[in-house]
């Protein structure tokens, strides 16, 4: 990693900024460093205007939604912000550029059919391919975000019960009833695979070859290993997973409320979005309406 990035991450470790925050930057920061170096064999703080200007717009081309980009340009200001204080450059080439407008767009989805697809993918007979069942089927028949989903520890899951306790980063809990394809992956890879793959006292579900927790990087590589495997329209991202479960349920069924409490969303509003995609049909719940059961 480049020092200057290195340093920033040290720095906002000292700000007492979550480990979420800190990865999110310096992915970001370090994103665009692979890209000048790569397109223009600078250092990082060699950087100008023009550079991020262009990084933004191959990042529009690439499909990256306005959030996104608007993430990026904050990223960037504030790094530059921190090497300017530290006297490595002399002006912040970011400061001027503005975020682009939010367009509300449709949320991105799989199709049943090829989320059906998706989950016959894995070998579920070897420990990476039961483990990345489990990791597939839970993400998308709770829709969990990446962070409640690494952090998930043994006994939050009680799988006679058929119910998942999730924590957020706010540390409020849920609990998500579980459907049986997500039971039957997660009972094959406790009991088949984890045991004799974890040496040590390891508390949290998904672990890595390893045998230590696995970390948001390795959620991606999971997520493009299977994403090259298909031909998708759409990135398969935890976002993806996370949008198909709640317009699934919604088009077989479930009601907002439920949507929102199972997700762990802030407000009523913000599953809202999710009404783009479909037609209603009926009032139902989980087990009626979800259609992995």
Not at 182 to 191: C, E, H, L, Q, S
Not at 218 to 243: A, D, F, H
Not at 262 to 270: D, F, N, R, V, Y
């Amino acid at each position: 990693m480049n020092n200057n990035i290195e340093n920033y991450k040290e720095y906002l470790y000292s700000k007492k900024l979550s480990t979420n925050t800190v990865n999110s930057y310096v992915y970001d920061i370090s994103s665009f460093d692979e890209y000048i170096k790569s397109n223009f064999s600078l250092d990082i703080a060699k950087t100008k205007k023009a550079h991020i200007l262009t990084y933004l717009v191959n990042q529009q081309k690439l499909g990256k939604s306005s959030s996104t980009v608007s993430r990026t340009i904050v990223a960037l200001k504030n790094f530059f912000d921190f090497l300017k204080k530290e006297k490595e450059v002399d002006d912040n080439p970011a400061i001027s550029i503005h975020s682009p407008k939010q367009i509300k767009k449709t949320p991105a989805i799989l199709s049943e059919e090829e989320i059906n697809e998706l989950m016959e993918l894995p070998d579920k007979d070897s420990f990476k391919g039961s483990r990345d069942s489990a990791i597939l089927e839970l993400m998308y028949s709770s829709g969990i975000r990446v962070t409640e989903l690494i952090n998930i520890k043994l006994h939050d899951i009680n799988i006679n019960a058929g119910i998942i306790n999730i924590q957020n980063d706010d540390s409020k809990q849920r609990i998500v009833p579980l459907s049986n394809t997500t039971k039957k992956a997660i009972t094959n890879y406790i009991d088949c695979f984890r045991k004799s793959k974890c040496k040590n006292e390891n508390e949290f579900l998904f672990i890595n070859s390893k045998g230590e927790q696995i970390s948001r990087q390795g959620i991606w590589k999971v997520l493009k290993y299977y994403e090259n495997k298909m031909n998708l329209l759409n990135e398969l991202s935890p976002q993806i997973l996370r949008n198909s479960f709640a317009v699934h349920l919604l088009s077989h069924g479930a009601d907002l409320c439920t949507v929102q409490e199972l997700m762990g969303l802030s407000s009523l509003s913000a599953a809202q979005s999710y009404l783009q995609n479909l037609d209603f049909k009926s009032l139902e719940v989980f087990k009626k309406t979800f259609p992995r059961t």
